[in-house]
């Protein structure tokens, strides 16, 4: 089961942060079945924003996006499961709270696109490239000891 592998980057926004909604949110990827491998409470500076959302640098909302990313602390985290990246977007609902699903992360939490608590890798690539920028490798925790095994593997 080596898909158990696959990683996903999550984050917590300022407005979930001071909300008191990691806890909640945690909760549901745990229940879920994923494990969390990574995790940290920061404050992001702008660089390291302009860097995470270069995609959306030509974007007209940009630079509000990226100074009201930086406004308050925010929590980065890796989970790792079988089909996390997919599983997780549909976890976070959509973009903009409006279309999100009751039973999603925005759909229950989130009444406005510009303040909607999380962010979530949208591929594996990205997943790879995000995780990257905010996590160096010696500070992803390793389930996998040769002792022992996960729950969902053989």
Partial sequence: MADNKERSFIMIKPDGVQRGLVGKIIERFESKGFKLVAM????????????????????????????YMS????????????????????????????????????GDFCIQVGRNIIHGSDSVDSAKKEISLWFPEKEIFNWQPASYSWVYEN
């Fill in 71 to 106: 406004s308050g602390p925010v929590v980065p985290m890796v989970w790792e499961g079988l089909n996390v990246v997919k599983t997780g977007r549909q976890m976070l609902g959509a973009t903009d709270p409006k279309d999100s699903a009751p039973g999603t992360i925005r």
């Fill in 40 to 67: 940290k409470l920061v404050h992001a500076n702008e660089d390291l924003l302009k860097k995470h959302y270069s995609d959306l640098s030509a974007r007209p909302f940009f630079p509000g996006l990226v100074k």
